[in-house]
């Protein structure tokens, strides 16, 4: 009888013992399972990020690829120095200018390179161009060109200022005739210390102003 129920005793021992190891064994899966789960999510994240930076730095260097390519062959930023484009454009401003298309029109305003005596590059307006005759009537402030008074609505004052260039000009071919929009304070194509322009020497049109608070404002 003792045997029996020792015997007994040590079954349900037996038993006892295997169930808590098959609960062991159950919970250290349910951790593997977990820990592997937490990895993959750990993982997840950092391979989304690293293909998002990747796909952000490809995108930052073809953007300044194509303005660099841009800037080199077509594009320039060029700033304004001095007063002789007062009210238009004013001393410090930075213009966006177009070197594609060479040609010039009357009331453009360019980018001049032509050497002078002062040695620095101006900014002036075309008011007139190659096979064009241009006449100033400096009593009364008016512009001709080709007989016919010009609309300058851009102009901060009257032209009457003269200098040692005589009126009336045909301009020749190849050539154009610039004034500042400042005309009682601005040294232009009126001057023999600036003459008349090769074209040659215009380095572009001026297309933005770059520097008002509104951004890029386009100009004429």
């Given amino acids: 009888m003792e045997n029996l129920e020792n015997k007994s005793f040590d079954d349900e021992q037996t038993n006892d013992e295997s169930l808590i190891g098959e609960v062991e064994n159950n919970m250290q899966a349910n951790e593997t399972q977990v820990d592997e789960t937490q990895v993959d999510e750990t993982q997840k994240p950092v391979g989304k990020g690293v293909e998002t930076l990747y796909e952000a730095v490809s995108v930052f260097i073809s953007a300044v690829t194509i303005i660099l390519v841009l800037f080199t062959f077509g594009w320039r930023f060029v700033g304004v120095v001095g007063n002789s484009m007062l009210p238009n454009l004013h001393s410090g401003d930075w213009l966006m200018i177009s070197q594609y298309d060479p040609t010039v029109k009357n009331g453009d305003i360019v980018v ?109």
């Fill in 112 to 220: 001049i390179t032509q050497p002078n005596d002062a040695d620095e590059n101006i900014v002036k307006r075309v008011i007139a161009t190659g096979g064009q005759i241009i006449d100033i009537d400096f009593n009364y402030g008016y512009v001709f060109v080709n007989g016919e008074i010009l609309n300058e609505d851009y102009i901060n004052n009257a032209t009457t200022d003269k200098a040692d260039i005589e009126f009336p000009i045909e301009i020749p071919k190849g050539y154009v005739f610039v004034m500042g929009d400042n005309r009682q304070d601005s040294t232009d194509s009126r001057s023999s210390y600036i003459g008349l322009i090769r074209e040659e020497y215009i380095l572009g049109k001026a297309v933005y102003n770059v520097s008002t608070r509104g951004g890029f404002v386009k100009i004429g």
